[in-house]
């Protein structure tokens, strides 16, 4: 898509496809650019040249993309999963975690508060024999 510059408004156009703005429907023609990126997307990345020839550089021009293998089980903690339960598992680790940081917090806020409570006890019983006296 082209990209609105705000000092040069429409004047500018950049992206991988020139929009024709006098047609209403406003049509997509792909530039030269657009070859180049869609061979970089094909061969996922650039090829290097010292190694010859890439495989994917011969393939025509309007060929699928092709799909990454998807494995059906995952390792986990050691553990062989499905993806689903691994994604489970993941969220319960997680929960786990959160839980263990809230327990945390409570606990030293406990902490605090019992040591400031010790702090002023320990300062009223200083003053309580010179009170009663």
């Not at 898509?1 to 406003?26: C, K, Q, Y």
């Not at 902490?111 to 003053?127: A, G, N, P, V, W």
Request: charged share 15%; aromatic share 10%.
């Amino acid at each position: 898509m082209d990209n609105i510059e705000w000092a040069t408004g429409f004047t500018e156009m950049f992206g991988v496809h020139f929009v024709n703005r006098s047609d209403p429907s406003l049509p997509r023609i792909p530039k030269a650019s657009a070859k180049i990126y869609a061979s970089v997307v094909r061969c996922n990345g650039f090829p290097d040249p010292a190694q010859g020839p890439h495989p994917c550089l011969q393939q025509p021009e309007d060929a699928e993309p092709t799909a990454s293998p998807v494995k059906a089980e995952v390792p986990f903690l050691g553990l062989m999963l499905g993806i689903t339960e691994a994604q489970t598992a993941l969220y319960v680790l997680f929960a786990l975690l959160l839980l263990g940081v809230c327990s945390l917090v409570f606990l030293l806020y406990k902490y605090c508060k019992r040591s400031k409570q010790r702090e002023t006890q320990s300062s009223q019983s200083e003053l309580s024999p010179v009170s009663s006296f």
